[in-house]
Nanobody, 121 residues
Framework: QLRLVESGGGLVQAGGSLRLSCTAS????????MAWYRQAPGKERELVAV???????NYADSVKGRFTISRDNAKNTVTLRMNSLKPEDTAVYYC???????????????WGRGTQVTVSS
């Protein structure tokens, strides 16, 4: 079982910055991709940014140039630095990890409970 715990959400004015962190714990064999998703009220959950175990990153077009995702494989953490925040970035942000349960395989999509980010205009 993999547990993901997010921290760092909050209220910020437009143009401000926030840093989200997520730590994985539990019986970890291997974590492949780690990512941040977000879900705004009345909208579907969407991918914000993803980082592979090798450090390759991809971003949603809406956050490119403003957000930076990084991870520390030794500490099983993933961080999302968000700059130049806009009101449309307001959402619940969820941490995601693709967990391989053992050498036999077993792929699991793991989610945190989410952290609220609110950007005021």
């Amino acid at each position: 079982q993999l547990r993901l715990v997010e921290s760092g959400g909050g209220l910020v004015q437009a143009g401000g910055s926030l840093r989200l962190s997520c730590t994985a714990s539990g019986d970890i064999y291997r974590i492949n991709d780690m990512a941040w998703y977000r879900q705004a009220p009345g909208k579907e959950r969407e991918l914000v940014a993803v980082v592979s175990s090798g450090g390759t990153t991809n971003y949603a077009d809406s956050v490119k140039g403003r957000f930076t995702i990084s991870r520390d494989n030794a500490k099983n953490t993933v961080t999302l630095r968000m700059n130049s925040l806009k009101p449309e970035d307001t959402a619940v942000y969820y941490c995601y990890a693709e967990h391989i349960g053992s050498w036999l395989g077993g792929r699991y999509d793991c989610w945190g409970r989410g952290t609220q980010v609110t950007v005021s205009s």
